[in-house]
């Protein structure tokens, strides 16, 4: 086979339309996933637990605080506020997630940023998402289980139910008893 020059610069100009065809629609893509509404799961998330905008309906309704979790690679989840009554019950509803997730901020407040559903009975779901599975022995301690985070008030780069956020840090973490 005889390429030519003219037949090796065609090949090379359409690969370069076609990346960035590509790069242009992981942008859109990216960008829509991460706007408020993308996904009705979130939506309804946000409508069921907006009460724990103020971290102190967290504690009326019987969250602890464990300590602000980092990822290895970057990102984190927050302060998780647990609900050990709700770890517990096995039980999935979208209005008592077994953990509400906060970002620590500069001047020590904390921003709500996400919830997390735990379960130890699966293969689980809520809305038709999958859990994510939790094999043991884990850093938590627990047993095998199942969980799902919901970022409904803090968009991530890396997918609404992703474990970890690379938008969020640790950073301010105080001590877990604000």
């Given at each position: 086979m005889?390429?030519?020059?003219d037949?090796c610069n065609?090949?090379?100009?359409?690969?370069?339309a076609?990346?960035?065809?590509?790069?242009?629609?992981?942008?859109?893509q990216?960008?829509?996933?991460?706007?408020?509404?993308?996904?009705?799961?979130a939506?309804k998330?946000?409508?069921?637990n907006?009460?724990?905008l103020d971290?102190?309906?967290?504690t009326?309704?019987?969250?602890a605080?464990?300590?602000c979790?980092s990822g290895?690679?970057?990102g984190?989840m927050g302060?998780h506020?647990v609900?050990?009554?709700?770890?517990?019950?096995d039980?999935?509803?979208?209005?008592?997630?077994?953990a509400v997730?906060?970002?620590p901020m500069?001047?020590g407040?904390?921003?709500?940023?996400a919830?997390e559903y735990?379960?130890?009975?699966?293969p689980?779901?809520?809305d038709?998402?999958?859990?994510?599975?939790n094999?043991a022995?884990n850093r938590?301690?627990?047993g095998e289980f199942?969980?799902?985070?919901?970022?409904?008030?803090k968009?991530?780069p890396?997918?609404?139910?992703?474990?970890?956020?690379?938008?969020?840090?640790c950073?301010?973490?105080?001590?877990?008893t604000?």
């Open positions: 005889n390429i030519t020059p037949f065609r090949l090379l100009m359409a690969a370069a076609l990346t960035a065809c590509t790069t242009f629609a992981q942008a859109h990216d960008a829509a996933a991460s706007m408020s509404g993308a996904s009705p799961l939506d998330v946000r409508a069921a907006s009460r724990f971290v102190k309906a967290a009326a309704e019987g969250y605080p464990i300590p979790a290895i690679t970057g984190a302060i506020y609900n050990g009554q709700y770890l517990k019950d039980k999935i509803d979208i209005a008592r997630p077994e997730m906060y970002e500069a001047d407040t904390l921003k709500l940023v919830v735990i379960t130890s009975k699966g689980a779901s809520l038709g998402q999958l859990f994510n599975f094999s022995p938590y301690g627990l199942y969980e799902l985070h919901v970022w409904a008030w968009g991530n890396t997918g609404t139910f992703a474990d970890m956020n690379p938008k969020v840090s950073e301010h973490a105080a001590s877990p604000q």
